[in-house]
């Protein structure tokens, strides 16, 4: 998904920077941005807590308001839909004001810009929204198993089929991302699985979770084939192959030869969902993904 916000910076009135978030594709020349904060300073002073003002250059758009001593400018391309970018910075002025209201309002804030870099999670969340992670694959192959892992669950060694999809929000801080990131556990019984395509919607990151059998893999590929490659062609897909203690399994790199094809490579990973010392491993695998995904500059 492309932000509509190119960039963010929160910064005092005598143009002390805060925090910068950069969302968009291209350098940002910051002597340049603070010489055109200067220019319209002016303006700032004049206007209300409440409003949210904006000005357009050749080849962006900038929205501003105020916060008692701080202001928050907003930079986007020109054909943006305002009425967006309006609701985004007032969720980010809500937000501001609740955690750091009290603090400007009655002057204890003494100039500590440290305080304030906490709250670039909730401009990420806010501006590119939570990551979604689809789990797919088919029934007993331990999805349900990796998301406890994932999150730190304890996990249950008696198997118990999902039903539809169970839906998980984690906080991304414990993998240091910024975002929250929603993990869709989809059901991997014959029955269900006519949902998965609708359910995929919307996916950032898929993960195709195998027993790491030659049946299973050689199965797993319709999933990719009738599904992924031909409704989610963009989606990143990582392979897990996971039950890697078990006499009859593959190896990663052989599974990745046969899951792969001309037009998709997909990465594998070995895996034993059950054993909580590869949580490390997993949590290394999302925070790689997601920053391949992150324009965050």
């Not at 190119?6 to 010489?35: H, M, P, Q």
């Not at 409003?51 to 050749?58: C, G, H, L, V, Y």
Request: net charge negative; with cysteine; hydrophobic share 40%.
């Amino acid at each position: 998904m492309i932000p509509i916000i190119e960039y963010i910076n929160l910064l005092t009135r005598d143009g002390k920077s805060l925090i910068f978030r950069n969302y968009g594709d291209s350098e940002v020349d910051r002597d340049l941005l603070a010489g055109f904060l200067s220019a319209f300073s002016g303006f700032m002073k004049e206007i209300s807590q409440s409003d949210i003002k904006s000005t357009a250059t050749e080849d962006f758009k900038y929205y501003y308001t105020i916060i008692d001593k701080i202001i928050i400018v907003v930079c986007t391309g020109l054909e943006d839909d305002d009425v967006s970018v309006n609701s985004k910075i007032l969720t980010i002025r809500s937000k501001f004001i609740d955690k750091y209201g009290k603090i400007l309002e009655n002057g204890s804030w003494a100039g500590n810009r440290t305080i304030f870099a906490e709250f670039e999670k909730e401009l990420d969340n806010t501006i590119l929204g939570s990551i979604k992670v689809s789990i797919i694959g088919f029934g007993g192959v331990g999805k349900t198993t990796l998301l406890h892992l994932i999150c730190g669950k304890d996990i249950n060694l008696e198997y118990v089929p999902t039903i539809t999809a169970d839906i998980t929000a984690y906080d991304g801080e414990n993998l240091d991302i910024h975002r929250e990131i929603v993990f869709w556990d989809f059901a991997g019984q014959a029955n269900f699985r006519s949902l998965w395509k609708s359910l995929m919607e919307g996916t950032d990151i898929a993960l195709l979770v195998t027993d790491s059998t030659f049946e299973n893999i050689n199965a797993s590929k319709d999933i990719i084939h009738d599904i992924l490659d031909k409704y989610y062609k963009d989606t990143l897909v990582i392979g897990i192959a996971n039950k890697q203690d078990l006499p009859n399994r593959l190896t990663p790199e052989f599974c990745e030869k046969l899951l792969s094809d001309r037009g998709r490579t997909i990465k594998v990973y070995g895996m034993i969902a059950i054993n909580k010392n590869y949580r490390e491993k997993i949590h290394a695998i999302l925070r790689e993904a997601v920053n391949s995904l992150s324009r965050i500059k």
